[in-house]
């Protein structure tokens, strides 16, 4: 069976020693907060939307995170650009289809990303994985109407057609392949009442693609210390004012024995 908690230090340590570039075409609403998790993590983000630069900075970094959470036409676009270059030269791709199935705007927009850059993890709440899935599956915003269990068939079928590895969080977060699901049971229910969680999880998971040995053990690995950090974080505060800064300092002051003491991985 595989240990995935030291396989996760494994993964951090490699973070904090390579700092590796995490390019991000994300949402306003969490450019700030993402980026802070990444240096906090030890990784280098960098978050770039502009046409005249997606590709040349792609070239630069050890992963692309993409983020469909505030979109314009413009924006679409260089996610389009960016995906197919990152494609061309091998680097991880992970998408965020935020708030995939509210409106046609941002299901076509993973659409074409899935056909013309596939990615290799896609990161999301059940209600988005399944709009990726099952026509006129619909989303409460960008929040999630359905558990995680309800999205694993879906997961499977887009790792599938894809090539690529899901993660979907919930209050327990599952990642599965086309012929793998592992659980990851950690996390804090004040992570829900915070904007961004997901979406820094999903900047997280771009870090340990980028040193992972797999793209599946990089989800599990992004989940698994996302979930401490804010289990810790939610020990040392009072509220979802003070969570935010302390799963910050969760994240930077993380150490092996808190990591292999704190996960709880479930391996079938």
């Not at 075409?25 to 997606?54: C, D, K």
């Not at 596939?118 to 709440?125: A, H, S």
């Not at 989800?219 to 939610?234: D, F, Q, S, Y």
Request: charged share 20%; aromatic share 2%.
């Amino acid at each position: 069976m595989t240990d995935h908690a030291k396989l996760a230090w494994a993964d951090v340590a490699r973070i904090r020693a390579a700092a590796p570039l995490v390019h991000n075409i994300t949402n306003y609403v969490v450019m700030n907060p993402t980026a802070n998790a990444l240096l906090a993590l030890g990784a280098s983000p960098v978050m770039a939307h502009a046409l005249e630069e997606v590709e040349e900075m792609v070239g630069l970094a050890s992963a692309l995170v993409i983020n469909i959470g505030t979109l314009s036409g413009p924006w679409v676009e260089a996610m389009i650009r960016a995906g197919r270059e990152a494609k061309r030269r091998g680097v991880p791709i992970v998408i965020d289809p935020v708030g995939s199935g509210a409106t046609r705007l941002r299901t076509t927009t993973v659409e074409r990303l899935l056909a013309e850059a596939p990615p290799t993890i896609v990161r999301g709440n059940a209600s988005e994985i399944r709009s990726l899935v099952i026509a006129d599956a619909a989303t409460k915003g960008v929040d999630s109407t359905h558990a995680v269990e309800d999205a694993i068939a879906s997961a499977r079928t887009l790792a599938e057609r894809h090539g690529c590895v899901v993660s979907v969080s919930g209050e327990t977060d599952v990642v599965v392949s086309k012929d793998a699901v592992v659980r990851v049971r950690n996390g804090h229910p004040w992570m829900a009442r915070v904007t961004g969680m997901g979406c820094t999880a999903s900047a997280l998971t771009g870090a340990f693609a980028a040193v992972s040995a797999t793209p599946f053990d990089a989800a599990v690995h992004a989940m698994v210390v996302m979930g401490i950090a804010g289990e810790l974080a939610a020990e040392r505060s009072r509220g979802p004012g003070g969570f935010q800064a302390e799963l910050l300092d969760a994240l930077f002051l993380l150490d092996e024995a808190t990591v292999v003491k704190h996960a709880r991985v479930e391996v079938p």
